[in-house]
């Protein structure tokens, strides 16, 4: 069965630090491109950050650009998204998903995990 569970998420206070795992079963994650999203209360899933399975380039989303971080760990299967400075507008359910690469739509992502709820808050 193929899977992706994400973990990690919790309550943190502004300026605090969170690391989410997306980690795969019954596949191999070395062969795709793994983005991570996100969803508020009432708003569309947005798009966080990719990493892409031929070279490692990552991507980001300009409202996390040089907050979070995007890694993976092919002998454990698993894509990290380490995020530091949180703020409360990054309050959201994080999925991670898989692709061919980093260049398409949320379209072209599949195999969704549940999700894992962050929330930042005093």
């Known amino acids: 069965q193929v899977q992706l569970v994400e973990s990690g998420g919790g309550l943190v206070q502004p300026g605090g630090s969170l690391r989410l795992s997306c980690a795969a079963s019954g596949f191999t994650l070395d062969y795709y491109a793994i983005g991570w999203f996100r969803q508020a209360p009432g708003k569309e899933r947005e798009g966080v950050s990719c990493?892409?399975?031929?070279?490692?380039?990552?991507y980001y989303a300009d409202s996390v650009k040089g907050r979070f971080t995007i890694s993976r760990d092919n002998a454990k299967n698993t894509v990290y998204l380490q995020m530091n400075s949180l703020k409360p507008e990054d309050t959201a359910v994080y999925y991670c998903?898989?692709?061919?690469?980093?260049?398409?739509?949320?379209?072209?992502?599949?195999?969704w995990g549940q999700g894992t709820q962050v929330t930042v808050s005093s």
């Open positions: 998903a898989t692709s061919s690469n980093c260049e398409g739509s949320r379209a072209d992502f599949g195999s």
């Open positions: 990493i892409s399975s031929s070279d490692g380039s990552t």
